[in-house]
């Protein structure tokens, strides 16, 4: 079946504006995943939803970062008054949530740089 | 401390040799573990996951967790040139949430 998708691939935006990404989850998952990467770093966590509501947002780094997922499907990471530092691969996980042994499933990324 | 400790490499092994990767933590209380795989310039991809003491085996990939050295290691037998990826160690943390490791660079030379 058709895996986690992520729009758009890349996105290069000017310091200051204001963006989304988006992801659509794997289909039946109830579990969805924000992280961010940097180069040569990890994934680093930054929100999780369980259906419609944020879970646990304790990763988002300030309030210039928000994310929704009013239908429990596709979710949106809204950033505003971008900042040369945000640049980074945005990923999008999903999962059937099974407590401690949740497989989360990465999406293709979507690249962001702000210049 | 990081939560989760990885050796950056690169690791360079020959092509049908044993690869072995390892990963530390620091919270005893981790439950879940698991490996992803990532090529250069693509997302992270499971490749395993382990949540009892012992070894876990799929396929050429052996798993293998001891929680009392906090310790977690990924094994690659008969190591293929399309092995070579950065190999991400991540913990389950409170929520689901996974705690990464920076990634350990392995490069299978032919």
């Known amino acids: 079946g058709a895996g986690v998708s992520q729009t758009p691939s890349n996105k290069v935006t000017e310091k200051g504006k204001y963006v989304e990404l988006r992801c659509d989850p794997i289909s039946g998952h109830t579990a969805l995943y924000w992280y961010r990467q940097s180069l040569g770093q990890g994934p680093e966590f930054l929100i999780y939803?369980?259906?419609?509501?944020?879970?646990?947002d304790s990763g988002l780094p300030n309030d210039r970062f928000f994310a929704v997922r009013p239908e429990g499907s596709v979710s949106t990471l809204k950033i505003q008054r971008t900042e040369r530092g945000d640049s980074a691969v945005y990923l999008c996980a999903s999962s059937l949530p099974q407590g401690p042994k949740d497989e989360q499933f990465f999406g293709p990324g979507t690249r962001l740089t702000v210049l | 401390q990081k939560e989760v400790e990885q050796n950056s490499g690169p690791l360079s092994v020959p092509e049908g040799a044993i690869a072995s990767l390892n990963c530390t933590y620091s919270d005893r209380g981790s439950q879940s573990f698991f490996w992803y795989r990532q090529y250069s310039g693509k997302s992270p991809e499971l490749i395993m996951s382990i949540y009892s003491n012992g070894d876990k085996e799929d396929g050429r990939f052996t798993a293998q967790l001891n929680k009392a050295s906090q310790y977690v290691s990924l094994l690659i037998r008969d190591s293929q040139p399309s092995d070579s990826a950065t190999y991400l160690c991540?913990?389950?943390?409170?929520?689901?949430?996974?705690?990464f490791g920076t990634g350990t660079l392995l490069a299978v030379q032919p």
């Open positions: 991540a913990r389950g943390g409170a929520t689901n949430k996974l705690i």
């Open positions: 939803f369980q259906g419609t509501g944020a879970a646990d």
